[in-house]
């Protein structure tokens, strides 16, 4: 594990799953009213919005985390994760504007930097200076239903080349089937549809 990522797990305690919240949705303020400082919220959209409707959506959700002490991360947006005074963000490096404009040296020593992969050339091209890996998609999955599955084999392998970070199986993982993922290599799991169970 990289120096710089201990000393950040000296300060925050990176829990076992995450709940990957869409502020677009109506479930969420229930799901997250029912959480606990043992999950972690993933704030993310799947097309980028306005920034005020995001605003708009994201501050009371911001405000249920705050007050039961759940770290979060926020998708693409330095000012968005300075604004709500996030524990990390999420890079999504599809999103060419925010890669070319953020200065990762500058922000990694503030933010714990996270990213989904889907493939060993992802894994190479992205993983690099990042935090928190999400492996995605295990399974298919109810939310994503058109995506292809990686399935454990090649899940393990993806774990064995990125062991020097904290990886989490996405991606119609829930807590009954994450016990045969489980490896030394994998920290747990990030998911929608588990939470809404």
Known sequence: MENRLRYKLKKINIPEEWFFCNPFKNFNEKILNNLTSKTGVIFFF????????????????VQICRKNRIIFIIQSSFFWASKYKADGILI???NKFFSNMINFNLIKDTFLLAVKIHNYQEAQKFAK?????????VFRTKTHPE????????????CIFLKNKLNFALGGVNRTNIRRLKN?????????SCFRE
């Not at 290599?185 to 929608?192: C, Q, R, S, V």
């Open 129 to 137: 200076g990042i935090d928190i890996v999400f492996i995605s998609n």
């Open 92 to 94: 999504d490096f599809k």
């Open 147 to 158: 995506r292809n599955e990686l399935g454990t084999k090649k899940l393990f392998k993806l």
């Open 46 to 61: 799947d097309l980028p919005p306005k920034k005020n409707e995001f605003l708009k959506n994201i501050e009371p959700l």
């Open 184 to 192: 030394k290599n994998l920290k747990g799991f990030g998911a929608i």
